[in-house]
Every structure is written in C-alpha cells, then in structure tokens.
C-alpha cells in the first residue's frame, strides 16, 4: 500500500495522527513533511537508520518537542501542551533509558505503579518474572540490558491505550526479544495501538500490520504486512547429493532462480503458488534428482526491504 492508498483509508479509529509534522535542526537533519495515522488494535513499525527521524517522531507524540509545521495527537488530543490529558493511557519506552535517581528498580516500578493508581501489583511482578529482572538492584548498577528490560515493564504494567516503544529491544538477548514480541502480540489482542521503532526486521515482520521507511528525515514509503506475507510467488531452497545432479538441475530447471550456489550445490527457485501446475512440474523434476533437503524460504520485510527499499536509501 503506498502513501496515497494509506491516505484515503477510513479515520474513524484514529488513535494515532501524525499530520505533515515537521522539525527542522538544520543542515537537513530532522523529520520533513511526516504524515501517517495508526487505528485503534494496529501495531505500526518504522524503520530507519540512526539520525532518520524515529526518535523525533516519537518525542513530538509525548509533547516533549513541538513540531515547527504540522501537528500529531494520541486519542485525539495534541500533543503539544496538552500531553498531560493522556499521559497515563500511554506506555513509553524512550530510545535512550536515563531513569531517575530514586534506588532500586522496584523502587521505580513501585512510583510507576502510583502514578498509573495501580493497587495491585500481581501483573507487575508477572512482567518482572517474564524479563527475569532482579528489581532489587539499585537503577545505577544496572546492565543496558536490565534498564531496558526495566522500561518494558514500568511502560507495559498499566495496560495502556496506546505504546509507544522507540527501539524496545535494544540491549535484549535472542530469547528476551522474543518474549517482547509475545508481550506486543497479547497487547494487540487487547486492543493495544502499538507504535514502534526497530532496525530488527524479525521484530517488525511478527508483529506490524503497517510499516513505514523513512530515511534522511523523510518518508520513502509505507506498505501493509500482506505485501510481503501473502506474496503469491513462492521461494524454494533445494541442496543436492552431488555436483552432477547439482548441474543437470541447473542445466533442466524451468523456473527462475533467485540465487545458486556451486560450491555448497543448492540453489534458491521462485515458484507461483497461484498455478498448481508449476508446484507440480517442480515436484516431477525434483523426483529425477538426488536432493538432499528442499526447504520453503517465506518471504520477508527484510526481502522486501533488500528488494525495492534498500537502492532508495543507498
């Protein structure tokens, strides 16, 4: 779906309203001209380098810049100067975590807890218990990896309306990103608007419906998951015993490869799933060949980023 389709999508759960904002810090750094919304139960991602616009974008929804153009809203309020009205249905992660100096992290969590008027802490400690966080340690001492661990959870414990998550898995191991993702998921199922940055394709690829790529402060485009997920043509990765069945694949195959290996004697083929003939001929001729292993490839944001995104920002 690309910008022009996005703009003519129905409003009416509106959640999230970023309207041609624009901050300009000079020398052409900053965001230009950003114009998206995320409806209500959408988990939207953006994508970029350093420096590209994401941290902006998110502080300007907190209120703590103001837009020199333009304006944005959460749950229909502005967020310049009146931030405050929706401060705690929103959960934060900032990109950079520089908590205050109050003691340990139960400490902290224990002030988020009063703040959001939350009584009982049970859910709190779930979260504590699925980020294996040691909340006795003081806020100082704490790994990059604990901090961040810490902001998941002061910003995911009131069960908010709307999330806002600037990198959320910085700092996080393999396993911990993917109880991140698990966390963003039942979030959605709850109703959540989940608005998040990441430069971890897998991150964005379980979760967003919607991502946008910006790029030097500007939007290059934004597509819907089904662009890549529900891709008709189909991607095969196929090994073989040995060199010489290896070469008569190469010398009889049909179908567009995408890329080979002589070396390792595999080879990448697409196929359109749309024509079952096409699955069927490959399953004939493969049946003539010593494979060693045949294994599906989906197709990915990263593919789809490496395909049309990546010679834009290059």
Known sequence: MGLDDKRTMDHSEEVIRVDHITKDYGHGRGV????????????????????????????????????????CSILGIPSWKTSHKYMNRVGYVPGEIDFPDVGS???????QAQFLGIKDMEYIN???DMFKIDVSAGLRRMSKGMKQKTALVAAFMGKPDVLLLDEPSTGLDPLMR??????????????????????????????????????????????????????????????????????NFM??????????????????????????????????????????YMKYMPYTLEDYYMENIESKVS
């Open 178 to 247: 993917d109880t991140l993702i698990e966390l963003i998921l039942r979030e959605k199922k709850r109703g959540c608007t989940v608005f998040m940055s990441s430069h971890i394709f897998k991150e964005l690829d379980d979760t967003c419906d919607r991502v946008g790529f910006i790029h030097n402060g500007r939007f290059i485009e934004e597509i819907n998951s089904s662009v890549y997920s529900d891709r008709e043509e189909k991607r095969y990765r196929i090994g073989f015993e040995t060199d010489e069945k290896f070469r």
């Open 251 to 292: 010398e009889a195959n049909p179908f567009e490869v995408e890329s080979f290996s002589r070396e390792h004697r595999h080879v990448i083929i697409k196929v359109a799933s749309s024509r079952a003939a096409d699955a069927n001929t490959l399953m004939k001729i493969l049946a003539g060949y010593s494979v060693r």
């Open 32 to 71: 230009f001209d950003f114009d998206f919304s995320i409806r209500k139960g959408e988990v939207y991602g953006l994508v970029g380098t350093n420096g590209s616009g994401k941290t902006t974008t998110m502080r300007q929804l907190m209120g703590f810049l103001k837009p020199d153009k333009g304006q």
């Open 105 to 111: 992290g139960s400490d902290f969590l224990r002030l």
């Open 126 to 128: 779930e979260l504590i």
